[in-house]
């Protein structure tokens, strides 16, 4: 069996199966099993793979048949041009969550004083881990309610050096902090309504549902971090947060409620408004 030949096989059997991307989750598992880059199974799209390659590709073709996300077969998904590393116990970083990144990024870079800022939320620490890798000079606190999503946490933040500059504890959103006050706090909270949960894609069925339910209206999380976050921010301080579709005008309602001002709400690449940031008054 040749590379070219067992590619065209699973494609068909993926697409027969509803897979979204047949081809590229095909490619994508393929490359893993034989470790090497995607282009390479076209250069050698005539090399005859061993019995135990088979055999393995086939087993990850079996799993993805049943809708495990390619990222959970693979072990890694990359962010923020980062490959980190995610398991079963954590959200797979989305693209959309990258805005919320930059967001952070842009004005801990320009905030003057300590740039320290917490992360709520941080399941892979995909969000916390990306800021202090292109912010030298920042510091974080992480929580989550998850301990395992923690441990994958603190794995990441080891592989990406960044292990001394972040500190994870593990609780329910502001409960583990203390007193301290950040520059900034930045979420990504679960923001699903719980009737919606049942009509998501199956693979988002297999992330973690602590990870995605929001709540009846999707809402909790917002009310709970934009109430509480006046006490643990800086003047001036920002408060920033990933929200989902249509929740824009609720969210910036919670946000004015709270006396917070410089308001303002970022598009996603569709154009879809993706983050809420604004200023903890002076
Ligand atoms: N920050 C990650 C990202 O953007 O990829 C994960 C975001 S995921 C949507 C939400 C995270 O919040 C999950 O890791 C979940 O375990 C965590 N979580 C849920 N309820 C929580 C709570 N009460 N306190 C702290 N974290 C919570
Ligand atoms: N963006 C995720 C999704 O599309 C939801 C993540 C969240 O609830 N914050 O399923």
């Given amino acids: 069996m040749t590379i070219k030949k067992i590619l065209i096989q699973a494609t068909l059997r993926l697409e027969e199966n509803k897979i979204d991307t047949p081809r590229l989750d095909a490619e994508i598992l393929l490359a893993y099993v034989l470790n090497c880059r995607r282009l390479t199974l076209y250069t050698d799209a005539e090399k005859i793979l061993t019995d135990e390659q088979i055999s393995r590709f086939e ?15 693979i072990g890694t998904k990359e962010f923020f041009g980062l490959n980190f590393v995610v398991n079963e116990n954590v959200l797979i970083p989305r693209p ?27 399941g892979s620490g995909a969000i916390c881990i990306s800021i202090l890798k292109f912010c030298k000079n920042s510091f974080a606190a992480a929580t989550d309610i998850s301990e395992k999503s923690l441990e994958v946490a603190k794995f990441n933040a080891k592989k990406f050096n960044v292990d001394d500059r972040v500190n994870f504890f593990c609780g329910n959103l502001f409960e583990p902090i203390g007193e301290k006050k950040f520059a900034a706090i930045i979420s ?21 549902l602590r990870a995605l339910d929001g709540g009846e209206d999707g809402l909790n999380f917002y009310r709970e971090i934009i109430s509480k976050s006046p006490k643990f921010l ?33 598009k996603d690449l569709a154009g879809l408004e993706r983050v809420i940031c604004a200023r903890q008054k002076f």
């Fill in 234 to 266: 800086l003047n001036g301080g920002l408060l920033a947060v990933e929200i989902g579709i249509n929740q824009a005008v609720a969210v910036k309602k919670i946000f004015a409620e709270n006396n917070f001002c410089d308001i303002e709400i970022l």
């Fill in 188 to 208: 990504n909270p679960p923001y699903i309504p719980t009737a919606e949960i049942k009509t998501l894609q199956d693979e988002v069925k297999n992330e973690p």
């Fill in 96 to 122: 959309d969550t990258e805005i919320l990144t930059q967001c952070a990024i842009e004005f801990l870079q320009t905030f003057d004083g300590e740039k320290n800022f917490l992360d709520i939320g941080t």
């Fill in 59 to 73: 087993k990850l073709i079996e799993l993805r048949i049943k809708k495990i996300p390619v990222a959970y077969l």
